[in-house]
């Protein structure tokens, strides 16, 4: 089956520092989403990206589609941007498989 | 607002004991997925429904049952939860493949499962 895998693991950042994670997978795929999991656990839709650049404020995602990879851009980070963020992939037939995720730590 | 839902956010059940969590879902979505995720690990696909179509992951437990009475609302059956069944619950909804547009997944704040 298709393998998604995630880049960094974990990742500590100063408050106002910008970072990249990278989502890598293995086969074509239908859709492409990034999102935030919060300290209580809430799934929280940031892009649906299955190609293309897009921008929602200090976010940003693109997906290479022919080349199997996908970003996420966070600039200017602020301590509410920590927690872990996940991509997940959509392939036939409904199935839906979930990076393991990049944890990130901002700190003041 | 559009929105999914979660019913109870927390449950506590004891070994063995029968327990039903509920999601419901006001985005009128033809698929309901639920997805089981323990500490530090990705969401895990445990079935999902497409209108009243039932699919099973292959490697989801026996103990799992699902249930879909109509539209807006499934529920998740654990017959007898074990100890190794304490985990998040998460429901989330889509359109659909083939409806038209994004097939974009929402999720419901999930339901915490603790197993005495």
């Known amino acids: 089956g298709i393998q998604v895998e995630q880049s960094p693991p974990d990742l500590i950042l100063q408050e106002g520092a910008n970072s990249t994670l990278r989502c890598n997978f293995s086969?074509?795929?239908?859709?492409l989403q990034w999102f935030h999991q919060n300290p209580w656990g809430q799934l929280i839709n940031l892009f649906y990206?299955?190609?293309g650049t897009k921008q929602n404020g200090r976010l940003s995602a693109t997906t290479v589609a022919t080349e199997r990879y996908s970003l996420l851009y966070i600039s200017s980070s602020q301590t509410t941007d920590s927690g872990v963020y996940f991509c997940?992939?959509?392939?036939?037939?409904?199935?839906?498989?979930f990076g393991p995720g990049t944890s990130l730590s901002v700190i003041p | 607002d559009a929105m999914v839902i979660q019913n109870p956010r927390y449950q506590v059940t004891q070994f063995g004991k029968p327990v039903t969590l509920s999601c419901s879902q006001t985005?009128?979505?033809?698929?309901m997925y639920w997805y089981q995720q323990k500490s530090s690990q990705a969401p895990k696909l445990l079935f999902h429904?497409?209108?009243?179509?039932?699919?099973n992951e292959a490697d989801t437990p026996d103990n799992f049952q699902s249930r879909r009475p109509n539209t807006s609302f499934c529920f998740l059956d654990i017959r007898s939860p074990g100890l190794g069944d304490a985990a998040m619950y998460l429901c989330?909804?889509?359109?659909?493949?083939?409806?038209?547009?994004?097939?974009?997944?929402?999720f419901g704040p999930g339901t915490r499962l603790t197993v005495l």
């Open positions: 989330a909804t889509s359109r659909g493949p083939g409806v038209g547009g994004r097939n974009e997944q929402f």
């Open positions: 990206i299955p190609s």
């Open positions: 997940a992939v959509e392939t036939s037939y409904d199935k839906v498989i």
């Open positions: 086969d074509s795929v239908n859709n």
């Open positions: 985005l009128n979505h033809n698929v």
């Open positions: 429904y497409y209108d009243k179509d039932f699919n």
